[in-house]
């Protein structure tokens, strides 16, 4: 039978991220896990303008730094890139090559980037800023410095289902989202970057850390590169039993069927009359306490149950303690 259950905490958030974590260290290759350490929305948003098609050619940098999701510092200079502007470029930010003669140049302004960027959290929208500082500090040979990057372009991609293959671009996203801002303005496109990671926050309803976990999967693998229905390992603890996702889960939903299949369990597309587990993600049963409307499996499994089938709702959590549950049995065995 369907069993309810009360709305997630961000500790049982976390705590179910840090299992996952460790679940799929064992299920999948293990560059595919980055492990985030942050709970609080610590983070600092960065973007870069470039006078040319060479990533080098910075023009201009945006720094903005958040603290607990709450802006706390900015810093924004022009960049003389000791290159031309082309035309093109100029078109888009406005900057030309008059506006930054008495600029510093980057290597001049390095020590004050690397103060500020340096083991932190960088927020960018796309990969391009994360190319334009790697190609900088190989021009001008500075040295590179460690820094966690997470992209709001992969954040978004993963909380709206609008964006999920097209439409990503921070102009779209922001619009979206009513965050005004003036476009291609370093430091204004970094504020608004770091704007969607916070209203990501909210509208998945997830701590920071939990975010970056879900956010930093494989988007390739994820977008049908890998199957989600798929048989299970006949040998498995779970064999025997045919398991359907639904809803938002903290894990990205391949690596959950995977997780599945391993430990024994056939994974399907759909709800049907074989269907034994259906899985729901903890953020859905919270908002079903809100009043959200049930997901079309969910009903179609209600439906089931009432007919009599062997079949049980359960969330996430337990979907991951069940199978944490069979790795400390074999342990000891």
């Known amino acids: 039978m369907a069993v309810a259950h009360n709305p997630i905490s961000d500790a049982q958030v976390g705590l179910l991220r840090d299992t ?10 293990p560059d595919v896990i980055e492990p985030l350490p942050l709970e609080r929305a610590d983070f600092v948003a960065l973007d870069f303008e470039t006078a040319n098609a ?7 940098i945006g720094i903005v730094r958040f603290c607990d999701g709450v802006v706390i510092d900015t810093y924004q200079t022009l960049v003389n890139p000791q290159d031309y502007f082309d035309g093109f470029n100029v078109s888009i930010h406005g900057i030309e090559e008059e506006d930054v003669q008495d600029a510093p140049t980057f290597p001049e302004a390095y020590v004050h980037v690397r103060k500020l960027l340096q083991y932190q959290v960088v927020v960018t929208h796309t990969h391009f800023d994360r190319t334009a500082l790697r190609q900088v500090l190989e021009k001008y040979n500075l040295e590179s410095f460690e820094i966690e990057w997470l992209d709001s372009a992969r954040v978004a991609r993963r909380v709206w289902s609008r964006f999920a293959k097209t439409g990503y671009g921070l ?7 009513n965050v005004s801002f003036k476009h291609h303005d370093a430091l204004e496109d970094a504020r608004a970057a770091g704007e969607v990671i ?3 926050m909210h509208e998945a309803d997830l701590t920071f850390s939990a975010l970056e976990f879900v956010a930093l999967r494989n988007l390739a693998k994820r977008h049908n590169l890998a199957k989600i229905s798929q048989p299970g390992d006949p040998d498995g603890y779970l064999s025997g039993e045919t398991i359907v996702f639904t809803g938002a889960l903290l894990t ?12 024994g369990a056939d994974v399907a597309d759909n709800v049907t009359k074989h269907t034994t587990i259906l899985v729901i993600g903890d953020q859905d049963i919270k908002r079903l306490a809100e009043g959200m409307t049930k997901s079309s499996k969910r009903r ?8 009599g089938q062997r079949l049980r709702v ?6 991951v303690a069940m199978c944490g ?8 065995t």
């Open 198 to 200: 916070i209203a990501a």
């Open 314 to 319: 359960i969330r996430e959590t337990d979907f």
């Open 252 to 263: 990205v939903r391949h690596e959950a069927a995977a997780l599945a299949a391993r430990y």
């Open 54 to 60: 060479d990533f080098a050619s910075i023009c201009q």
């Open 325 to 332: 549950e069979y790795d400390t049995d074999q342990l000891a």
């Open 300 to 307: 179609k499994a209600e439906a089931l149950i009432a007919t």
């Open 171 to 177: 102009a779209n996203v922001a619009g979206f989202l």
């Open 20 to 29: 996952v974590v460790g679940l799929l260290r064992r299920a999948i290759p």
